[in-house]
Nanobody
Framework: QVQLVESGGGLVQAGDSVRLSCSASGLTFSDYAAGWFRQAPGKEREFVAGISRNGYSTLYAEAMKGRFTISRDNAKNTVYLQMNNLKPEDTAVYHC?????????????????WGQGTQVTVSS
């Protein structure tokens, strides 16, 4: 059974930094590209960042470039999202996802496995 479990969310202040983790089990993690998505209240889920299965290639939504960094440690079956200079508009539930193959993509429909998400709330 494949499981993706996110952690690291919480209540922070604007300007703070947070690192989210996503721990995978039940799959050969190095065979899968990974991505982070987020869903704010009343809004559709949106792509945040993605990383190739070997970690050499990354992809970001335009609004996250320069503030967010995605990385992975295949030895630990974990993907990370470092978020710096957080803003109130970053408040959302953050989900990790995985898709078999080399490259990350922005479309959520192309991801097979999803975590339950972790809440990040940024106060002003």
């Amino acid at each position: 059974q494949v499981q993706l479990v996110e952690s690291g969310g919480g209540l922070v202040q604007a300007g703070d930094s947070v690192r989210l983790s996503c721990s995978a089990s039940g799959l050969t993690f190095s065979d899968y590209a990974a991505g982070w998505f987020r869903q704010a209240p009343g809004k559709e889920r949106e792509f945040v960042a993605g990383i190739s299965r070997n970690g050499y290639s990354t992809l970001y939504a335009e609004a996250m470039k320069g503030r967010f960094t995605i990385s992975r440690d295949n030895a630990k079956n974990t993907v990370y999202l470092q978020m710096n200079n957080l803003k109130p508009e970053d408040t959302a539930v953050y989900h990790c996802a995985s898709r078999r193959g080399m490259r990350p993509v922005t479309s959520e429909g192309d991801y097979t496995y999803w975590g339950q998400g972790t809440q990040v709330t940024v106060s002003s």
